[in-house]
């Protein structure tokens, strides 16, 4: 499947000058959805993986699948203030704007092995902020798997030593 087809674009979205990927047109569609979730699954079936890590909002709609399929749990990531118990938290920059995620302080048993899945890997902060937290959890980050990756933004930069699957390039 061309899954970049799937794939709606909106120019000066949120903020003059971006280049914004809609996901939407592609998860609505339920052939396509399946078959990209498919795809993730293939990549992250090797790797055996302990628990799946998704931030926050988008991170959920590929993290959860991939996790039910591979027959693992599923953490998530969360803007501050969202999560129940104690949580360890992180600041950092993308895009368009900074913010702090946050996770469960009891999230991630130490030593295990955590695939990070989002939609979308454009400037790397949000990544690095995910793999800033699971580090303080003792979490071992083996993998990170999007359906998007953004090659111009240079996301990869933050991600030295670990490994990276995108399914969609721009
Ligand atoms: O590589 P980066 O520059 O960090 O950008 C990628 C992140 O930005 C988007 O999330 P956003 O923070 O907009 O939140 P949302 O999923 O709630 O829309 C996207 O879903 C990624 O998580
Ligand atoms: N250009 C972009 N399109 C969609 N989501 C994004 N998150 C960060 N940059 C983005």
Redesign the pocket.
């Known amino acids: 499947m061309d899954f970049k087809t799937k794939i709606r674009e909106i120019l000066d979205f949120p903020t003059p000058g971006v280049q914004f990927k809609d996901i939407t047109t592609l998860l609505k569609d339920g052939e396509a959805y399946h078959q990209a979730i498919d795809e993730l699954v293939k990549y992250a079936s090797d790797k055996k993986v302990d628990a799946i890590v998704g931030?926050?909002?988008?991170?959920f709609v590929i993290g959860a699948p991939l996790a039910y399929a591979l027959g693992v749990g599923f953490i998530p990531v969360r803007k501050p203030g969202k999560l129940p118990a104690e949580t360890v938290e992180v600041v950092?920059d993308?895009?368009y704007r900074q913010?702090r995620l946050s996770i469960h302080r009891d999230a991630i048993r130490p030593g295990s092995r955590i695939l990070i899945a989002?939609?979308?890997?454009?400037?790397?902060?949000?990544?690095k902020a995910t793999v800033d937290l699971i580090k303080q959890l003792n979490g071992q980050v083996v993998g990170t798997a999007f359906l998007i990756e953004l090659l111009y933004?240079n996301?990869r930069d933050q991600l030295e030593n670990i490994d990276i699957f995108s399914l969609i390039q721009y």
């Open positions: 931030p926050e909002a988008r991170g950092y993308l895009e913010d989002d939609d979308l890997l454009a400037t790397g902060g949000t990544v933004l996301g």
